[in-house]
């Protein structure tokens, strides 16, 4: 980090001095810890959108540029070339790691797949039609009953372990919430197959017949979990870590997660972008009624996957999903028309004035969808899709924010705007308005 000049604040007749502080990249950020204390001034900043709330040495990423790299290598690199352990043992270490260091930890991952056999009651205590993302949540809460001496996030072996543990057993859950829901029998993990491999198999295999795992959708799939994996202090992300800035332990800071993943403006648009180009086909295909309903004004209907807090370019990760989406439909000879609806209309919004002038651009939702669609997932589990590739960088987020030990309770301020002191009315007293 360089050095910079202390930036001034000038409030009336008084000036006050605020530390700079660099980032590796270059990001600038005015320190204002010490302005309540010396000023009596807090700041007014909605959805974050001009704060940093941490240092953090996991994810960089530059939306101006479409730039996104995970411990500094390019997600172009990272996504071609890595299996997703590796990616959440990259991201949780900092290092990339060597060929025993990787066979040890997905050893030890991997033995940890089994949920604990009365789980099954868990689950089935869900209706069948309840959404995914909500028994999901319920589901990680759960683990820590079962894990009671694991849970002190100060304790290493309590946090090493329920770190594994949770990455292990969360794709378990899905695929047995998942059979539950079919009212098909539950089917265990199985320890000769990789992570991708063993979530295929636990969700699309019958105890009657084994489903063969094509190479080429666990390909695909390891690559949209490694695009999911991390996206620095995203709304879920902010979420475990204010949850575990408390010291409440992994499981219940990666619930609250996902409950923040499950809104349709975060990972929840990932459904909604199918659901709408549903919605066109449906329709007749004329994709430009609902291009100009989303800029209208007083519509609140949006277009979904398009957008970004921070992308104001491209998203890096939409490009990557879009070619696997035209390679995985013609490898399993399905002809989609989702897929050219959702073409057409990136093709028009990026020629409209409107998004060209908000830079709006697809998101990682808009073709995450097409291609979980050709897989055979339903669309109320793409966001449960969504919530195991960020796995590792919740997990990766939660411990960074544990080990610093400048972290302090996530507890912001507000500017009240309601009545001034008033006297208590007793309730015979009160008119009736
Ligand atoms: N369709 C139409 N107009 C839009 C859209 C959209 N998808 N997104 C933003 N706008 C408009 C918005 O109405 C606003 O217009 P104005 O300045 O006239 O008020 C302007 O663009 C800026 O939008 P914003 O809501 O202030 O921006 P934000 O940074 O607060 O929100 C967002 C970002 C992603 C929530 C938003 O773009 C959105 O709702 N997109 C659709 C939902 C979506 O695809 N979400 C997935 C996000 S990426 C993955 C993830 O985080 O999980």
Known sequence: ??????????????????????????????????????????????????????????????????????????????????????????????????????????????????????????????????????????????????YPDALDPRDPWAKDISMKRLLAKVPTMVAWSYKYSQNQPYVYPRNDLDYVANFLHMMFSYPTENYEVDPAIAKALNVLFILHADHEQNCSATTVRVVGSGHANIFSSVAAGVHALSGPLHGGANQGVVEMLEEIVTAGGDIAPFVERAKGKEDPFRLMGFGHRVYKNFDPRAQIIKRHAQEVLAKLGADDPLLDVAMQLEEVALGDDYFIEKKLYPNVDFYSGVIYRAMGFPTDLFTVLFAIGRLPGWIAQWHEMQKDPTTRIGRPRQIYIGEPKRDWVAIEERSTS
């Open 1 to 146: 980090m360089t050095q910079r000049e202390d930036a001034v604040l000038r409030v009336g007749d008084q000036e006050y001095t605020l530390p700079v502080i660099v980032g590796t990249e270059g990001e600038i950020a005015v320190d204002i810890n010490q302005l309540r204390g010396t000023t009596g001034m807090v700041t007014f900043d909605r959805g974050f959108a001009n704060t940093a709330e941490t240092k953090s040495a996991i994810t960089f990423l530059d939306g101006e540029k479409g730039i996104l790299r995970y411990r500094g290598y390019p997600i172009e690199q990272i996504a071609e070339q890595a299996t997703f352990l590796e990616v959440a043992l990259l991201l949780a270490s900092g290092q990339l790691p060597s060929q025993s260091e990787l066979d040890e930890y997905a050893d030890e991952v991997t033995h940890h797949t089994m949920l604990r056999e009365d789980m099954k009651h868990l689950f089935e205590a869900f209706p069948r039609e309840a959404h995914p993302m909500q028994i999901l949540a319920s589901a990680i809460s759960a683990l820590a009953t079962y």
